[in-house]
């Protein structure tokens, strides 16, 4: 049995993540959000009904992050990069989860569209964790002359570059920042090549079928 809420809950949830995300100002609200994380990767991986393994794995990573967190409340540097490191391998998790739960339904329903959509949003914030982890870590600024940039900033720039959108108004220094965007940028593409290609494979509007077979008699009838 699927959760009664379903994909519309995690929807919800990471919405509450992102706005969450743009005011986290101050090591505690870190660990704030990093609680609403785990819970909208439980629900992701609930709802899609994951493999053990795979929520092995989430809850491992779990653990190591809510530890980071903690500890950054204490003022700890590499800890806070640690939480967001930690918090982008578990919005990676989901997706995987979700594409796989999407691939095995039949039909296309409002469930359906909503789990494609949930899955495409964990992956942006993915990337904007990890672009806030490298500014954090690396001796000079993400982006050049324009600095380190916040949390907000570091997820617009994911959410541009998954979307290929390209606004050239952040553009990463150097490497590894460079080569993660360029990766992320593939892994929209693909991720819109696959998942929602089979969602629309999938998809058939209301009386497609007797559309087409009245359709059809009508084209046999003419013959005769």
């Given at each position: 049995?699927r959760?009664?809420?379903?994909?519309?809950t995690?929807?919800?949830?990471?919405?509450?993540?992102?706005?969450?995300?743009i005011?986290a100002?101050?090591r505690?609200?870190?660990?704030?959000?990093?609680?609403?994380?785990?819970?909208?990767?439980?629900?992701?991986?609930r709802?899609?009904r994951?493999?053990?393994?795979?929520?092995?794995a989430?809850a491992?990573?779990?653990?190591?992050?809510?530890?980071a967190?903690?500890?950054?409340?204490?003022?700890?540097?590499?800890?806070?990069?640690?939480a967001?490191?930690?918090?982008s391998?578990?919005?990676?998790?989901?997706?995987?989860?979700?594409?796989?739960?999407l691939?095995?339904?039949?039909?296309?329903?409002l469930?359906?569209?909503?789990g494609?959509l949930?899955a495409?949003?964990?992956?942006?914030m993915?990337?904007g964790?990890?672009?806030?982890?490298?500014a954090?870590?690396?001796p000079?600024?993400?982006?050049?002359?324009?600095?380190?940039?916040?949390?907000s900033?570091?997820?617009?720039?994911?959410?541009?570059?998954?979307?290929?959108?390209?606004?050239?108004?952040?553009?990463?220094?150097?490497?590894?920042?460079?080569?993660?965007?360029?990766?992320?940028?593939?892994?929209?593409?693909?991720?819109?090549?696959?998942?929602?290609a089979?969602?629309v494979?999938?998809?058939?509007?209301?009386?497609?079928s007797?559309?087409?077979?009245?359709?059809?008699?009508?084209?046999?009838?003419?013959?005769?």
């Open positions: 049995m959760p009664r809420f379903g994909y519309g995690v929807l919800l949830l990471i919405v509450s993540t992102y706005v969450l995300a005011f100002e101050h505690w609200t870190v660990t704030v959000l990093l609680a609403v994380q785990t819970v909208t990767v439980w629900q992701s991986l709802v899609a994951a493999r053990p393994g795979l929520r092995l989430g491992v990573v779990f653990v190591l992050a809510l530890v967190a903690v500890l950054s409340v204490l003022d700890v540097g590499p800890l806070t990069a640690i967001f490191s930690a918090a391998v578990l919005y990676l998790l989901a997706p995987f989860a979700i594409v796989r739960d691939g095995r339904r039949d039909t296309v329903d469930q359906t569209m909503l494609a949930a495409y949003l964990l992956i942006g993915a990337f964790f990890a672009y806030e982890c490298l954090q870590l690396q000079g600024p993400l982006f050049g002359e324009r600095g380190d940039p916040p949390l900033e570091a997820l617009f720039f994911s959410f541009v570059t998954v979307t290929t959108t390209g606004y050239g108004d952040l553009v990463p220094a150097g490497n590894p920042a460079q080569t993660i965007a360029v990766f992320e940028a593939l892994t929209g593409q693909l991720f819109l090549v696959t998942a929602v089979k969602v494979e999938n998809w058939r509007p209301r009386n497609w007797r559309g087409s077979s009245t359709g059809d008699d009508a084209i046999g009838e003419e013959v005769r």
